[in-house]
């Protein structure tokens, strides 16, 4: 079985990087899906953010190369390469989803989030670094971040609650996770950094359209920021 895990885990990772290539472009969920239509969530950042995708794919798929040809059966890739396969093979299905159904969606990028945070925990920083635990580290910030802004869209579209309040209880939701995992893993500084880009992202989107949620997110990015500075030199 974990024979399989690292050449399953290039496989995956290559169709993870064809899928939007045959899946039409996802652009956030369409306001018209919702019962309260929100034509701009105050929680989705900046269209420029969602460009961390491009490094994300290359990482995972240097990391799942590597791992292959140079660290094949060494139990530090294959023990978080199980979760990380997991994670990865839900990715590729995602997109065909997240156009119509994004209650499902939202379940769906939850579970890829815990697997990959899972992944990167289980990674050791010391071994392989740039190319075993960076690549998990974005891979999971990213998702930490994305999973908060789906699950914020999903209850201010409902009606569950109002589109700021949504925004403002994910943002504090998602630092509070960022942070207890930066601390878990101080010594990979790559997770808090990509927290931080999406955060960034939610406070540009917002600085003329929501200006209590762009400075929420702000001060968000600047306090994790400095946390993962903190950390990684304690």
């Known amino acids: 079985m974990k024979r399989l895990i690292q050449p399953a885990l290039l496989l995956a990772t290559l169709a993870f990087m064809a899928a939007p290539l045959l899946t039409p472009p996802f652009m956030g969920y369409d306001p018209g899906i919702f019962p309260v239509r929100i034509d701009r969530p105050s929680i989705q950042p900046a269209g420029y953010a969602f460009s961390i995708w491009g490094l994300i794919y290359l990482w995972l798929i240097a990391h799942a190369g590597f791992g292959l040809i140079a660290r094949r059966d ?91 309040t949504a925004a403002l209880t994910l943002l504090a939701l998602v630092l509070a996770i960022a942070f207890a995992v930066q601390a878990q893993c101080p010594r990979m500084p790559v997770y808090g950094a990509t927290v931080v880009w999406a955060i960034i992202g939610i406070a540009v989107v917002n600085w003329s359209q929501n200006p209590t949620v762009a400075y929420a997110a702000l001060a968000g990015a600047l306090a994790m920021a400095t946390a993962t500075f903190w950390l990684f030199n304690r």
């Open 74 to 164: 060494r139990v530090q890739f294959t023990q978080p390469g199980l979760p990380l396969l997991a994670a990865v093979a839900l990715g590729t299905l995602w997109l065909a989803i997240a156009g119509s159904f994004p209650i499902l969606a939202t379940l769906t990028i939850l579970l890829m989030a815990a697997l990959a945070l899972t992944a990167f925990l289980i990674a050791d920083p010391a071994q392989d670094r740039w190319l075993l635990s960076a690549p998990l580290a974005i891979f999971a910030g990213w998702l930490t971040a994305a999973a908060a802004v789906s699950t914020g869209v999903v209850l201010a579209g409902y009606g569950l609650l109002g589109d700021t």
